[in-house]
């Protein structure tokens, strides 16, 4: 079964530093990559996926991520935190071929606390 | 436009009891996902929906978990006899279609508190 694993429960940084947090999957086959993220009494939102070509992917608010599939990872960056990236952060899979049903898997989030 | 939402935004019922979630998808979109957020398990995948079909209910906890879809618009999640395991955030989300990859939008969740 596929598993996704973010080893980072809580991080706390001050403003200005560097951010990246860790998503490792188990699985086989091809999938799909994603991370969300939940502001603090907001709903989930999309912050970036990858589905194919450069593993390296932008996403809004100046995040990023590495795909790489040697390691099974997908971790997220951000080269210089604001207070407002305070939230929680998923990283999530799904089956990458199109008769898959979509149904993510996620990982078990990763709380980020920005110091101002 | 409107997103997906989702009713009510809180509740908190006795042990026993029956409740039900509500998820209104975005217009348009056939593809519905129902997941459970718990302290301590993460965001579990429940079950789906592609128009008023669900393929596939072997997410569902336990037999007192039922779900519905009418009309490819709303979705009900039944829980019968609640138990206090079952206290976590409901989320609802739908996207375009069916399959992988297709953005899910995710409602704001229910609240479900067992007493």
């Known amino acids: 079964a596929q598993s996704v694993s973010q080893h980072n429960h809580h991080v706390i940084l001050s403003e200005a530093a560097s951010l990246e947090l860790g998503c490792n999957y188990s699985?086989?086959?091809?999938?799909?990559l994603f991370w969300y993220v939940q502001y603090p009494g907001q709903h989930l939102q999309l912050l970036l996926k990858?589905?194919?070509?450069?593993?390296l992917v932008k996403g809004i608010k100046g995040f990023e991520a590495e795909f790489i599939k040697s390691k099974f990872s997908f971790n997220l960056r951000k080269p210089s935190v604001q207070w407002s990236d305070t939230a929680e952060y998923f990283c999530?899979?799904?089956?990458?071929?199109?008769?898959?049903?979509?149904?993510?898997?996620f990982g078990k989030g990763t709380k980020l606390s920005v110091k101002p | 436009g409107a997103g997906v939402s989702q009713s009510p935004s809180n509740k908190v019922t006795e042990k026993g009891k029956d409740v039900e979630l509500r998820c209104d998808p975005i217009?348009?979109?056939?593809?519905l996902y129902w997941y459970r957020q718990s302290l301590g398990q993460g965001l579990e995948f429940l079950i789906y929906?592609?128009?008023?079909?669900?393929?596939?209910k072997s997410g569902l906890p336990s037999d007192r978990f039922s779900a519905e879809r009418t009309g490819g618009s709303v979705s009900t999640l039944t829980i019968q006899r609640t138990q206090q395991e079952d206290s976590a955030v409901y989320l609802c989300?739908?996207?375009?279609?069916?399959?992988?990859?297709?953005?899910?939008?995710f409602g704001p969740g229910t609240r479900l508190t067992v007493t």
């Open positions: 999530a899979v799904n089956e990458g071929y199109g008769g898959s049903q979509g149904n993510l898997i």
């Open positions: 699985y086989g086959g091809t999938v799909n």
């Open positions: 217009s348009g979109h056939t593809a």
């Open positions: 990858y589905f194919s070509g450069d593993p």
């Open positions: 929906f592609q128009g008023n079909s669900a393929p596939d």
């Open positions: 989300a739908s996207s375009r279609q069916r399959g992988d990859s297709y953005e899910q939008y």
